[in-house]
C-alpha cells in the first residue's frame, strides 16, 4: 500500500512554532527573569581573571594602578564593586583615554588593545563594568554599563586636570556607551575628543544584519545601545576606526553613524569625523592587523589636542 505524505503540513508547523515563538518572546520581554537572560545572553559579561593574570600585578608596568571604586547596588545599602585601571604615560604632558570595552572580554583580555593605544601616548583610564572582570559579577544592564562609564569618567578628570587631553574611546558596545556619555558631556570644558572602533547605530540593527533569526530577535529586543540618535549631540572631533571584513558589526554600520554624524556637525558647525576604513579589517584586531595605520590615525588625533 502506498502512503501519501503531505509535506506542506510539516513546513507548515515548523513556520507557525517559529511565530508562535517570536510571539512568546514579545509577549514576556516585559519579564524581568527573561529580561536577564537577555542580557546575560547579548552582553556575555566575563567576570574574574584569567588564569595568567591571577596573581596581583600580574600585566601591569611600573606606575600602573588597579582600585576598586564602590557603586550604589540594586538593593538598598548594598554598594557593588567597580573595577579602574590607571596606566600612566612618562610624559606627564600626555593625553589621558578613557578606555570603555565591548561585550564578552574583560580588560584583561582587552591588554593587547591597550597596549596599542598607549604606544600610540596617551595615558589610560579603563573600567571593567560591573559584570566584568575584577567588578562585582552581577548580569549588567544598559543602565549599569551608562552609570559605570560616568563613574569611569569622573576618575579620568581626577587624573587628568586638562579637560582638552581627556578622550573617550569605545570599541563595538562600549562605542555606544562612549556615545552616550560624550552626548551629555562638551568640548574643551568636559572633554576633547571621542574615539569609536567598531561601533554600530543601535543594537537591533546588529541583530538585523544576522538574517532572520537576527531580524526576530531585533523585533522584540530591550536592548538599545542607541547611538544613532545621540551622534549629533557630540560637539568634540570624532575618529571613527572600522574594519571593512567585520563580521560582528557590518561596515555599513559604522557608516550609517559616521554620516548621521557628519550631518548634525555640518547643522551645528561642530568638528565632525575623521573616517578611518581598515581594508580587509577585523571586529576586534584592526591594532594588530594594520599598527601602521592605526597608530597614524591615534597620533594624528593627539596632534590636534591643544
Request: with cysteine.
Given at each position: 500500500?502506498?502512503?501519501?505524505?503531505?509535506?506542506?503540513?510539516?513546513?507548515?508547523?515548523?513556520?507557525?512554532?517559529?511565530?508562535?515563538?517570536?510571539?512568546?518572546?514579545?509577549a514576556l520581554s516585559g519579564c524581568a527573569w527573561l529580561g536577564a537572560k537577555e542580557r546575560e545572553a547579548v552582553l556575555?559579561?566575563?567576570?574574574?581573571?584569567?588564569?595568567?593574570?591571577?596573581?596581583?600585578?600580574?600585566?601591569?608596568?611600573?606606575?600602573?594602578?588597579?582600585?576598586?571604586?564602590?557603586?550604589?547596588?540594586?538593593?538598598?545599602?548594598?554598594?557593588?564593586?567597580?573595577?579602574?585601571?590607571?596606566?600612566?604615560?612618562?610624559?606627564?604632558?600626555?593625553?589621558?583615554?578613557?578606555?570603555?570595552?565591548?561585550?564578552?572580554?574583560?580588560?584583561?583580555?582587552?591588554?593587547?588593545?591597550?597596549?596599542?593605544?598607549?604606544?600610540?601616548?596617551?595615558?589610560?583610564?579603563?573600567?571593567?563594568?560591573?559584570?566584568?572582570?575584577?567588578?562585582?559579577?552581577?548580569?549588567?544592564?544598559?543602565?549599569?554599563?551608562?552609570?559605570?562609564?560616568?563613574?569611569?569618567?569622573?576618575?579620568?578628570?581626577?587624573?587628568?586636570?586638562?579637560?582638552?587631553k581627556r578622550v573617550i574611546f569605545g570599541h563595538s558596545m562600549g562605542g555606544s556607551a562612549a556615545v552616550t556619555l560624550a552626548s551629555?558631556?562638551?568640548?574643551?570644558?568636559?572633554?576633547?575628543?571621542?574615539?569609536?572602533?567598531?561601533?554600530?547605530?543601535?543594537?537591533?540593527?546588529?541583530?538585523?544584519?544576522?538574517?532572520?533569526?537576527?531580524?526576530?530577535?531585533?523585533?522584540?529586543?530591550?536592548?538599545?545601545?542607541?547611538?544613532?540618535?545621540?551622534?549629533?549631540?557630540?560637539?568634540?572631533?570624532?575618529?571613527?576606526?572600522?574594519?571593512?571584513?567585520?563580521?560582528?558589526?557590518?561596515?555599513?554600520?559604522?557608516?550609517?553613524?559616521?554620516?548621521?554624524?557628519?550631518?548634525?556637525?555640518?547643522?551645528?558647525?561642530?568638528?565632525?569625523?575623521?573616517?578611518?576604513?581598515?581594508?580587509?579589517?577585523?571586529?576586534?584586531?584592526?591594532?594588530?592587523?594594520?599598527?601602521?595605520?592605526?597608530?597614524?590615525?591615534?597620533?594624528?588625533?593627539?596632534?590636534?589636542?591643544?
Amino acid at each position: 500500500m502506498t502512503c501519501c505524505v503531505n509535506r506542506t503540513r510539516p513546513r507548515r508547523l515548523r513556520a507557525a512554532g517559529l511565530l508562535a515563538f517570536s510571539l512568546a518572546l514579545a509577549a514576556l520581554s516585559g519579564c524581568a527573569w527573561l529580561g536577564a537572560k537577555e542580557r546575560e545572553a547579548v552582553l556575555r559579561p566575563s567576570p574574574g581573571r584569567p588564569a595568567a593574570f591571577a596573581q596581583d600585578g600580574a600585566g601591569l608596568r611600573p606606575g600602573d594602578q588597579r582600585y576598586l571604586l564602590q557603586m550604589p547596588g540594586e538593593q538598598q545599602g548594598r554598594s557593588e564593586a567597580l573595577a579602574i585601571w590607571y596606566l600612566p604615560q612618562a610624559d606627564p604632558a600626555a593625553p589621558t583615554l578613557l578606555y570603555l570595552h565591548g561585550t564578552l572580554r574583560n580588560l584583561y583580555e582587552n591588554l593587547p588593545k591597550i597596549d596599542a593605544l598607549r604606544e600610540a601616548g596617551f595615558a589610560i583610564v579603563a573600567v571593567d563594568y560591573r559584570g566584568w572582570g575584577d567588578s562585582e559579577p552581577i548580569i549588567p544592564s544598559e543602565a549599569t554599563i551608562t552609570a559605570d562609564s560616568r563613574a569611569a569618567f569622573a576618575e579620568l578628570a581626577k587624573h587628568q586636570p586638562d579637560a582638552r587631553k581627556r578622550v573617550i574611546f569605545g570599541h563595538s558596545m562600549g562605542g555606544s556607551a562612549a556615545v552616550t556619555l560624550a552626548s551629555g558631556l562638551r568640548r574643551g570644558q568636559d572633554y576633547g575628543a571621542l574615539i569609536l572602533e567598531s561601533t554600530f547605530t543601535r543594537m537591533p540593527d546588529v541583530a538585523r544584519e544576522a538574517g532572520t533569526i537576527g531580524r526576530m530577535a531585533a523585533a522584540v529586543t530591550s536592548l538599545e545601545f542607541d547611538s544613532l540618535s545621540k551622534i549629533g549631540r557630540v560637539d568634540a572631533p570624532i575618529l571613527m576606526l572600522h574594519g571593512s571584513a567585520d563580521k560582528t558589526v557590518p561596515v555599513l554600520l559604522g557608516r550609517r553613524l559616521r554620516d548621521a554624524a557628519d550631518k548634525a556637525a555640518d547643522a551645528a558647525g561642530t568638528p565632525g569625523v575623521r573616517w578611518v576604513e581598515f581594508p580587509e579589517g577585523s571586529h576586534s584586531g584592526l591594532h594588530r592587523e594594520s599598527p601602521d595605520l592605526y597608530q597614524a590615525a591615534l597620533k594624528s588625533l593627539i596632534s590636534t589636542l591643544k
